[in-house]
């Protein structure tokens, strides 16, 4: 059978990443792209030559053609800027609203035919006006966010409750903003709900309250210990589980920013949900009932991510709807 292929779109500090873990879990060949001279290129070599170390067959290639993508089965883009200190992220949309469409350009062009997972920030609009200009159906493009957020919070109440991060399973809902929305009520440890591990003692609601808190800020708090850009390292590793999911038609559970047609009330926004990705893109969106004061913090993350997409169809009236 022949390798997959995967092209990066964007050879920063997300996109390396993703180069070496697309490397050493052996999904695919790798085409790294960005506007900078040497840079994929460098990095597709340096990787390579770990290659034989770390004992993965992969073919690495860095360019500035998007002809190089060409057929690519997975495409994941981290092209544009990345926040600094007292920035939010919302101040990156003129900028990086321009890169999406010279992306979603080469991406209609050379891989029609991709499973497409948007990094670039603000996510939630941004995976918004990549899918216009790619014109993929918006089932084969995805936003990541919400595995970063959740993985964040599980491992904030593993931390919390001294258990292995493998046994806890957490939830979060909304757009990719500080107003993001963890569910208390649908996260458990081994099944067990943290409603109920408050009651039997084993955390206080106080200190899940700071978690919830800690995770909504948690993309902020590396971006101000960093100083120079912000978190890679997880964010790649939550796209890949992504990427996985799709290559290998693991039908994984997974929060990503997919279209809504109807679902929680919302029509026409990609949003974060809990979506089951295989191997025809997101295949189904999972809809949980809200009670009123989730379904009230939910509502203020979509009017923020609604503000968004409005200020990205002032910029680029051509979009469309
Ligand atoms: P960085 O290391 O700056 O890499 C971005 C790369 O994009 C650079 O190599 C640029 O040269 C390249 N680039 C810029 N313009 C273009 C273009 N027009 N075409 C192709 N390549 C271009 O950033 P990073 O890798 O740390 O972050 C990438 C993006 O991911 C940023 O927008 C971040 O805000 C975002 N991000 C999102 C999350 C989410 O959870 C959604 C988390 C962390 C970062």
Redesign the pocket.
Known sequence: MARNKIAL???????GTLALLTGLKELGDIVL????EG?PQGKALDLVEASPIEGFDAKMRGTNSYADIEGADVVIV??????KPGMS?DD?VGT?L??ME??GAGIRKYAPDAFVIC???P?DA?VWVLQKAAGLPPEKVV???GV??SARFRYFLAEELGVSVKDVSAFVLGG?GDDMVPLVRYSSMAGIPLPDLVRMGWTTQAKVDAIVDRTRKG?GEIVGLLKT????YA?AS?AIAMAESYLRDKKRVLPCAAFLTGQYGVDGLYVGVPAVIGAAGVERIVEVELNSSERGMFEKSIQSVRGLVESCQQIAPHLGA
């Open positions: 779109l964007g050879a920063g500090q997300i996109g792209f960005d506007i900078v840079t981290t092209a544009g800027v990345p926040r992220r990156l990086n321009k890169v010279q992306v990094i670039t920030n996510l941004m936003g990541m966010a970063l957020d990719h993309g850009g912000s978190a890679f964010p939550s």
